[in-house]
């Protein structure tokens, strides 16, 4: 995973030589902080990927329940890094569902072209039933969002709750993951780019 983290930073600063390439700092943080980002440090929490069977995270499941349990894995730490230090270098002000859905998207997108070779469910932060499952259910996902009437809402209850790490979406079927609009959001950013092949990821990141 150091290889990859390392091969991914690479990746970065090859597709936005612009910007900042972050020291990379692993610390212990008393089972706090999985990634942390300064202005020009990423920090890797590394009693927070121990496996997601510990029994550390048995013992803390009041602070962090068992669907969260999926990422705290060695082979998540270049993922998480990586778009922890997206997060923080490409911010959105849009308070728009639509618009944070493309945002996440983009982010999502941009994750995958600097670690090519890991595989979409851990990009996710997600098991392989679960990736499997919104591949299987994307137009449930569409007829979903659109008959609730969210993509154009502004409430931000509702945009966190569609957005953030869930034990699944709510209103859904139980075995759908948390975050499928951000899923969604990658289907569209990537339909782009495979339409658009010319573009560059800075000319995506650039896209109001």
């Keep these: 995973n150091a290889a990859?983290?390392?091969?991914?930073?690479?990746?970065y600063h090859h597709y936005f030589p612009n910007k900042i390439l972050p020291k990379v700092v692993t610390f212990y943080g008393g089972f706090n902080y999985p990634i942390v980002t300064t202005d020009s440090v990423l920090g890797i929490g590394l009693e927070m990927f121990l496996g997601k069977d510990s029994d550390?995270?048995?013992?803390?499941s009041h602070k962090y329940p068992p669907y969260m349990h999926q990422q705290f894995q060695a082979n998540h730490i270049a993922?998480?890094?990586?778009k922890g230090w997206l997060g923080t270098e490409f911010i959105l002000?849009?308070?728009?569902?639509?618009a944070q859905m493309v945002h996440q998207g983009k982010?999502?997108?941009?994750?995958?072209?600097?670690?090519?070779?890991?595989?979409d469910s851990i990009l996710m932060g997600y098991s392989k039933s679960q990736m499997e499952w919104?591949?299987?259910?994307?137009?449930l996902i569409w007829q979903f969002l659109i008959e609730?009437?969210?993509?154009?809402?502004?409430?931000?209850m509702l945009v966190m709750k569609y957005m953030n790490p869930a034990p699944n979406t709510?209103?859904?079927?139980?075995?759908?993951?948390?975050?499928?609009?951000?899923?969604?959001?990658?289907?569209?950013?990537s339909a782009y780019m495979n339409s658009h092949p010319n573009s560059s990821l800075n000319d995506l990141m650039q896209i109001k």
């Design 4 to 11: 990859d983290l390392t091969k991914g930073l690479q990746r």
């Design 56 to 60: 550390f995270y048995m013992a803390l």
């Design 79 to 82: 993922s998480l890094g990586l």
């Design 93 to 98: 002000t849009s308070k728009n569902f639509l």
């Design 107 to 119: 982010i999502q997108h941009v994750l995958s072209e600097l670690l090519p070779n890991t595989p």
């Design 134 to 139: 919104c591949e299987n259910n994307e137009f």
């Design 148 to 156: 609730k009437d969210l993509l154009y809402s502004t409430d931000q």
């Design 170 to 189: 709510r209103g859904m079927p139980l075995e759908s993951p948390g975050r499928v609009a951000c899923w969604i959001g990658w289907r569209i950013v």
